[in-house]
């Protein structure tokens, strides 16, 4: 396939995990590919395994640090001239990998999460969508989760601010859509990734690996690819009449009944 031969992607935390799924993606169906993400060392593992002959860029960027994206987008506008894809999937699940009640909630904590998960997301839309208004053409597509969704699957700042992204998500089409201007976004279910690492790790360790995704319809959880493929769809022509939306990926986990103590 080859539905974004001669577009120019950029794709945030294409370090690990459903960014790094994404970037690699994107190039395989002829995307130029800017990759960002505070980790060196993951943009240059991600950039090991594109495919041979593609065009890409990565760079090390904190999308909550407003000058760092702003010089981001200028230089992908330098070296490519355009953005028609943007891919928000930068972010982060919390800075204690602990997940108190709201009483025991710290505040910078919060100011944390949200600076990265929402903030960051925003900091990118706004300075990339302008490009796309003045050519009438682009799609976004945010990630989110379905810690957005519903309780149970995350922590209270985390839940925030992936609740705070499907919000954003349709202001933000309502904003862009008379400019031809998609926006969209992904609520992934339990994806191994860089982010959740320390979960995986906890339930191979303490001989709890079978119950990982278990809650969920199809009784698993979720590759990368599968997020990717949802992040490309969202952002291809094929989705050309879709925007505003938020698309649960997640085995059929927001489609059950949240029982109290279920999901803890």
Same mark, same amino acid.
């Given at each position: ?76 506008? %330098? ?83 992936? %609740? ?63 997020? %990717? ?36």
């Amino acid at each position: 396939m080859a539905r974004f031969e001669n577009r120019t992607a950029i794709v945030t935390g294409a370090g690990s995990g459903i960014g790094r799924a994404t970037a690699l993606r994107l190039a395989r169906e002829g995307a130029r590919v800017v990759m960002a993400d505070t980790s060196e060392s993951g943009l240059v593992e991600t950039e090991n395994s594109m495919p041979e002959g593609s065009k890409h860029l990565r760079r090390v960027v904190d999308v909550a640090n407003e000058a760092e994206v702003e010089a981001l987008v200028e230089e992908t506008l %330098a070296s490519f001239g355009k953005i028609d894809v943007l891919c928000n999937i930068a972010g982060i699940a919390s800075t204690t990998g602990k997940h108190p009640p709201v009483t025991g909630n710290l505040r910078e904590e919060w100011d944390k999460v949200l600076s990265v998960n929402l903030v960051g997301t925003m900091l990118l839309i706004k300075h990339v969508a302008p490009h796309m208004q003045a050519r009438k053409l682009g799609s976004i597509v945010n990630t989110a989760s379905v810690a957005g969704i519903r309780s149970g699957a995350g922590g209270n700042a985390y839940s925030a601010s992936k %609740a705070g992204v499907i919000n954003l998500t349709m202001t933000a089409a309502c904003d862009l859509g008379s400019d031809n201007v998609r926006v969209n976004a992904v609520c992934p279910g339990l994806v191994e990734s860089g982010m959740t690492r320390a979960v995986f790790d906890y339930a191979r360790a303490n001989e709890k690996a079978h119950k990982l995704g278990s809650r969920c319809e199809l009784r698993r959880y979720g590759d990368p690819e599968e997020i %990717a493929a949802a992040i490309l769809f969202l952002a291809s022509d094929d989705a050309s009449y879709i925007t505003g939306q938020a698309l649960a990926v997640d085995g059929g986990n927001t489609a059950s009944l949240n029982l109290p103590g279920m999901k803890v």
